[in-house]
């Protein structure tokens, strides 16, 4: 079984960078894809970027393309967000997820079925 967990957030000055690490403590993540996802407070949670772990693809939302980059460590069977340039709007809890999904659904967090528990990510103004 997969099993998510989350670490790296923090708190960070605007223009400042994070790093995120999504590691997978059960099976393999061979064959899956994977996604961030984050939710600020009264909203709803919405896509960041994936990543399939077969192919190595990488796919973003517009907001952070550019300041976000997400990589497979095949080594700890974990995927990482390095996030620069953050800015007081990327203020949320940064989860990750894995799911044997289709491309067109990555954008969807309702396709995916193994979760972390999400990491808190702040930035100041």
């Known amino acids: 079984q997969v099993r998510l967990v989350e670490t790296g957030g923090g708190l960070v000055q605007t223009g400042g960078s994070l790093t995120l690490s999504c590691e997978s403590s059960?099976?393999?993540?061979?064959?899956?894809?994977l996604g961030w996802f984050r939710q600020a407070p009264g909203k709803d949670r919405e896509f960041v970027a994936a990543?399939?772990?077969?192919?190595?693809?990488?796919y973003y939302d517009d907001s952070v393309k550019g300041r976000f980059t997400v990589a497979r460590d095949s080594a700890k069977n974990a995927m990482n967000l390095q996030m620069d340039g953050l800015r007081p709007e990327d203020t949320a809890i940064y989860f990750c997820?894995?799911?044997?999904?289709?491309?067109?659904?990555?954008?969807?967090?309702?396709?995916?079925?193994?979760w972390g528990q999400g990491t808190q990510v702040t930035v100041s103004s």
């Open positions: 990543l399939s772990w077969n192919d190595r693809r990488t």
């Open positions: 997820a894995a799911g044997r999904l289709i491309l067109s659904s990555l954008r969807y967090a309702e396709h995916y079925t193994h």
């Open positions: 059960g099976q393999s993540l061979s064959g899956y894809r």
